[in-house]
């Protein structure tokens, strides 16, 4: 059941696309698994409401950057 209070957006593809044009995508997942460890390797793009934000968005960066990666070609 919705709150009613306000809550902060989710990190979508177009905010990663925005990130990845400063900064490479690969150098802010190495860094986040460095903070976050083992669980980003399988991260939740809809975690429980009581994870903290920071937290929360690193898992959704790394949902993001994980279906970004099954989305490139293979090279043989």
Do not use: C, W
């Not at 809809?46 to 993001?64: C, D, E, K, Y």
Request: net charge neutral; proline share 8%.
């Amino acid at each position: 059941m919705e709150s009613g209070l306000p809550r902060p957006a989710d990190f979508s593809r177009e905010t990663y696309n925005s990130v990845s044009h400063l900064i490479s995508a690969e150098y802010v997942a190495i860094n986040l698994r460095l903070r976050y460890g083992e669980e980003l390797n399988t991260p939740q793009y809809h975690p429980p409401g009581t994870m903290l934000q920071n937290r929360r968005i690193a898992h959704q960066f790394m949902s993001v950057h994980q279906h970004v990666l099954q989305e490139k070609p293979a090279t043989t």
